[in-house]
């Protein structure tokens, strides 16, 4: 057997706001789950008034693991119930495919049980990358086109052209992912917005991808 | 859930501490009076309002300017100009800051004038920019923080060999005073947006801490200089308060709003011009990014003047009466417990604490947590206050005796202890000593020494300070000596199964 087969497993993340992530961690430790990871990042509100004064920006924890997808179900449901992802303001949880799987405990044994339930699919992950303080700009971008915000995480490093050694120390451009789910119906819409502001299709701009997305919780409508 | 009402409740929590203990001695060894009480109250409603403003606009106007100013003066790749570049910013951020020019103020009149107190200020700015300079060469040379604390402390120590006793007290009180609630968040972006760039993630983490402790020998080192060629010792007059005493409840808020106003202005003053001359010449950032940084400054502004209206009007005369009336007590033990539990409170309070955990959180990911900083940095600080007012009780103590085996045994200790701890360790002394700090835990030690038989509140008053710049250097390494353990013993997050 190779080790290339393909496995059912999925990514969970969940955004959430800051102080949360570790309770996360806590309630997921008793599944089988593994590469729990938890990031700093910060999401916008969308309200005219905080924009205007400037308060729109939270601080959030983005937390990322990956289950096989009956656990990922099971993880969701659990969370869904602690957290209530329904309500407005309690954060968001979606999953998207896992091809491969390496250096985990994880058993791969009892992913042949069938599956409940259909995924939703209804929902694309946009992911772009871009140079520091540019971010903003595609918030506003894809906000303009119709998404409803999204989540912005502080990162560095770039492609082999960009190093470079000020004084004695190596420089890595910082850079800012943000993070963007949309309905598949608008996720053309936002993209192009994306592309157009941004320029990401010149060099050095920045890259855009989209992941599908299997199941998603406190998106609203 | 936005922002403000984030702030708001975090700040809440924090606050929280000191009006309970202030209640539970108002009602057991040191009954107030009914009106000073209904003022502290209206102070600290004031105190939670302005430092969740405050704060929210550190976040979106104050980092932001000094992110965008460090990366900026960065990218010329020349050392002269950065090197000028910070040191100007340094000597003015200073020379604007509020704390530094009370201290002047005091330094002016217990010298009778011979140390006039522009000169004063003016010579502790530019040591202030002189070390920032240097610090922020060391995060560009990535030479070990250690090293560097090391070597300006022994030239510290020599200094002081030279310098009477009373100066002592006052420069190491000088290193606490200049590092202010504006400068901390500027000077810690500052080092935070360099550092960032660094592709050696360990080295980025390590280094954007420090920055504000070595800053700060700055003003230690040239007050000390200053004394030894003027030849000054201090006179003998004693220093007089005459605190007005104010019968109705509003009228001490009133008064403070135009002075503070004043305070907060020129304070904020020096960061608003680096960034429109910046802006001009180089940032260009669009509307909107302008638009939010504007605003940031006006939360900060707002905010401050809000907190320090609510300190001065509110704590301050609650602190002086309170160590007055448990300094009488027959029971000197109570004197000590009380300060404990007074400065463990107050420096959950204190502003530049909130924005150094937020930046320590931000740089580890959370990894370090809000309260594995904030617990041990409050009994530092207790215990300070505790040691100060011991001072005060037992006269044959003197500064030294603390300054001297606490500092050699924390830059001991910053050779066992991670780098990033050693960092965040000096930072916190400076940040521990804040506005909060300075008015209500300076007003409580006037109060004790008032009320203390052969206690001089001059000399007895200057100090407490640099003993609570002192005590984090210590805790906080600890604390990382326990982590640096932990994680050795495989992963800290899941040390409590």
Redesign the interface.
Known sequence: MSDFEMIEAEQICIIVNFGLGSKLLQIVKNYDVSAETVLLGKGTVNNRILDFLGLSDIRKEIVLMVANKNAADKILEKLNEEIDFEKPGHGIAFTTSVRLLVGTRGNQSDNLIERRGVDDNMYDAITVIVDMGKAEYVIDAATNAGSKGGTIIKGRGSGIHETSKLFSMDIEPEKEIVLILSEKDKTEAIVSSIRKELKIDEPGKGILYIQNVNKAYGLLK | ????F?KLKEVLSSVLPIIVIVIILNFTIAPLDVSLIIRFLIGAALIILGLAIFL?GV??GISPIGNAFG?TI??T?K?WIIAIAIFTVGFFISIAEPSLRILASQVDFVTSSIISKESIVVIASIGVGTTLSLGFVR????IPINKVFTILYSIIFILALFTSREFLAISFDASGSTTGAMTIPFILALAHSVS??????K??EEDSFGLVGIASTGAIMTVMIMSIISKTDTSTVSLEYNDPIFTSIFSPFIQQIAPTTKEVILALLPIVIIFFVFQTLSFKL?R??L???V??LV?AFIGFVLFLVGVNGGFMEVGVAIGYSVATLENKVYLVFVGFFLGFATVLAEPSVYVLIYQI??VT??YI?RKAVLIPLAIAVGSAIALSMLRIVVPGIQLWHYLLPGYLMSLMMSYFVPKLFVGIAFDSGCVASGPMTITFISAFTRGAAEATEGANVLVDGFGMISIVTMAPLIALQILGFIFKIKSKNGGI?YSNE
């Open positions: 859930m936005n922002l403000l984030f929210c976040d979106i990366s960065i990218k790749n050392l995060i560009l040379y990535n960032a760039m660094k592709s050696d993630s080295a980025s669009s909107k990014v638009r939010k940084i605003m940031g939360f959180e931000d990911s959370g947590k997050e």
